[in-house]
């Protein structure tokens, strides 16, 4: 899983929870989507994808797209663009973080 971050252009402001859940709306299984985190001001608007692809540039490849498909898919998000999405270049999520690691939260046997 790859963190990813994505900036977008406002056209008119939805509130956070409307971009997240038309975010999740517009993911496919394909996407490998986990978890967003939004934050929308009156000109742009961040946002944090964990990205659950192969390799960093799939991971940033994968949200352009959702991005790009949220936006034209949403009437509320017409006019808006993306213009930045980056995925992190370090290693994916440490096994300790993994949702799918069966020792996720112990420490110890």
Same mark, same amino acid.
């Given at each position: 899983m790859y963190? @990813?971050?994505?900036?977008?252009? &406002?056209?008119?402001? &939805?509130?956070?929870? !409307?971009?997240?859940n038309h975010l999740m709306d517009s993911a496919t299984?394909?996407?490998g989507l986990e978890h967003i985190y939004a934050e929308v001001g009156s000109s742009e608007a961040? @946002? @944090?994808?964990? &990205?659950?692809?192969?390799?960093?540039? !799939?991971?940033?490849?994968? !949200?352009a797209q959702?991005?790009?498909?949220?936006?034209?898919?949403?009437p509320p998000l017409a006019g808006w663009s993306l213009v930045n999405c980056v995925a992190s270049t370090s290693s994916p999520i440490p096994p300790w973080l993994n949702p799918e690691n069966p020792f996720n939260g112990h420490c110890g046997p």
């Open positions: 963190l @990813v971050n994505a900036t977008l252009i &406002v056209a008119l402001p &939805v509130s956070e929870t !409307a971009l997240r299984p394909d996407d961040r @946002v @944090v994808l964990f &990205v659950r692809q192969d390799t960093p540039a !799939a991971a940033a490849r994968t !949200a959702l991005c790009r498909r949220t936006i034209d898919a949403c």
